[in-house]
């Protein structure tokens, strides 16, 4: 039976081009609780046509 969230595999996996490319994320620290915050540099760029480019599992998995 395969595990719902695939852990012994998540070191395998790649996201889709459009998310590497247009998507870069870059970690700047941590909150006050210990949470990893990121910097998402979107500026002008067509956030809801490359999102619709993708389903919405693959976005919040990368």
């Given at each position: 039976m395969e595990a719902e969230n695939q852990i012994d595999t998540i070191a395998d996996y790649k996201p889709p081009e459009v998310l590497r490319t247009d998507?870069?994320?870059?970690r700047?620290?941590?909150?006050?609780?210990?949470?990893?915050?990121h910097y998402l540099p979107l500026g002008k760029a067509d956030v809801k046509g490359r999102f619709s480019k993708l389903y919405y599992h693959t976005v919040n998995r990368y």
């Open positions: 998507f870069t994320k870059n700047i620290g941590v909150d006050k609780e210990g949470a990893i915050v």
